[in-house]
């Protein structure tokens, strides 16, 4: 690999001679890869490694992430269709950890897409309380959606906005704010060959303005007791940690969290960065990419603060919701009734679920209206794809158990027989895992997976 010849006088600069020759050498290694088990598709995590059928290795930093041999290719597997897993880079995973997301809270990822990070805060949050997913380029927007779709997020907003807008209308809102932030990208050389064609001094200073820009849009929606992470892909100390004293010489209300022992990290290879408390992912010394993170707490009592500017979108006429009241109560038990009393949103003849309280502010771009329904036509309901990839095998009155072979055929977009007298919609489920809609008439269920979605796995 040709590394640009400025980049390498500037990390000369950064590693300890007694390092330099491994840390050179490990762009020339074979990368790791990796994969997250998904909370969100109602199986236990002991259950899902028993059928997962890759050579799996835990990633000792991340909970729900493993190893695995880039030769199985578990990209082409209908687990991974059905949002079974999410594959992510290895060292990305720390980034979460340190976050900490619980369920309940309001959490933003502030640059989202395309959405590695953002599926994994969903997991962590298990459908309750409230995840704004926001990507400032409308095309990576709408691939984040997507992707927040396929692991089954229910609780899940996605915009499309510059982060001083939301600043002016989400003053002191959020309990948590990742800020993955747009980088110069040194540490993913070794995965995308673009990074080093696009790489210069000119971006990394750039980069570095734009990161502190961002960081002081996100300082003023985090409320008082809350956690900031910022995190890079970056080795420049520039973007990093010259980033970040900014940021502190700016924001004194502001304080890092040592984590890395506290969590134990060091044992696993992650280092400490030149500022205390922050942490360092170098190639040469763990199974993974170059990271940079640091967890901020914001001083004060963690307590709900009013957001102004704020205010609901037309709610969805008593006519359409009736049609979707009477599908829901048909397709689902009374006790995962109770799971969508929240608000419910229309944008023409489109119906969209929202976390009970939450409100957009006019004016905003939004590329998922929280969970999509369906649709109400000719006064009757078709409901949204959206809607059978979240559901659990409990919540359905009348789910059906597909092979693997079946599994296949029906992402293929092929219809189903079974030995069943039943009408209506159904959910279809693959080792206890949602795979989404059909339509059962005269024992064939009619295919309803998207066409765009459809798949030849063979």
Not at 167 to 187: M, N, T
Request: hydrophobic letters at 35%; aromatic letters at 10%; one cysteine or more.
């Amino acid at each position: 690999m040709t590394l640009p010849q400025d980049f390498i006088e500037d990390m000369r600069q950064i590693m300890p001679p007694s390092e330099w020759e491994a840390f050179l050498s490990s762009f020339e290694e074979e990368r790791s890869f990796g994969l997250r088990f998904n909370p969100l598709k109602g199986i236990s995590q002991e259950n899902w490694k028993e059928i997962m059928p890759f050579s799996l290795e835990p990633v000792p930093w991340s909970r729900e992430g493993y190893f695995y041999q880039d030769e199985e290719r578990p990209g082409k597997h209908v687990l991974h269709e059905m949002g079974a897993y999410y594959i992510q880079e290895p060292s990305a995973m720390i980034v979460t950890e340190l976050l900490d997301p619980k369920p309940g809270e309001k959490i933003l990822d502030l640059c989202a897409a395309p959405g590695g990070k953002s599926t994994q805060i969903a997991g962590r949050m298990l459908g309750k309380g409230l995840l704004v997913s926001n990507e400032i380029h409308p095309q990576r927007a709408k691939i984040l959606a997507q992707n927040l779709e396929r692991v089954g997020a229910r609780n899940a907003v996605v915009v499309n906005e510059a982060p001083e807008k939301l600043a002016r209308v989400y003053g002191g809102y959020f309990d948590r704010i990742l800020v993955d932030a747009p980088c110069s990208g040194e540490g993913m050389f070794r995965k995308e060959e673009s990074a080093i064609i696009e790489w210069s001094r000119d971006n990394v200073k750039m980069c570095h303005e734009r990161q502190i820009e961002i960081l002081n849009q996100a300082a003023g929606m985090l409320k008082p007791g809350g956690r900031l992470v910022y995190a890079t892909c970056t080795f420049a100390r520039e973007e990093d940690e010259e980033t970040i004293k900014a940021f502190l010489d700016a924001h004194p209300e502001f304080h890092i969290e040592p984590v890395l022992k506290k969590f134990g990290y060091d044992r696993f290879g992650v280092s400490e960065g030149s500022i205390p408390g922050t942490v360092r992912m170098w190639p040469h010394k763990l199974k993974g990419e170059g990271h940079f993170a640091v967890a901020l707490t914001k001083e004060g009592e963690n307590a709900s603060l009013p957001s102004t500017g704020l205010s609901l979108l037309a709610a969805a006429k008593q006519e359409k919701t009736k049609e979707l009241s009477k599908f829901l109560e048909e397709l689902l038990t009374e006790e995962a009734l109770s799971e969508f009393k929240g608000a419910l949103y229309q944008n023409g003849e489109y119906i969209a679920f929202l976390p009970a309280g939450f409100m957009i502010p006019k004016g905003i771009r939004l590329i998922r209206f929280g969970l999509p329904l369906g649709e109400v036509k000719k006064n009757r309901f078709e409901p949204n794809h959206s809607l059978a990839i979240c559901l659990k095998k409990e919540e359905c009155k009348n789910p059906i158990d597909l092979t693997y072979e079946e599994t296949k055929r029906f992402l293929a977009g092929e219809s189903i027989q079974v030995a069943s007298e039943k009408k209506g919609y159904v959910v279809l489920f693959y080792q206890g895992m949602s795979v989404g809609f059909g339509k059962l008439s005269g024992g064939i269920i009619k295919n309803h997976y998207p066409k765009g979605l459809r798949v030849n796995l063979d």
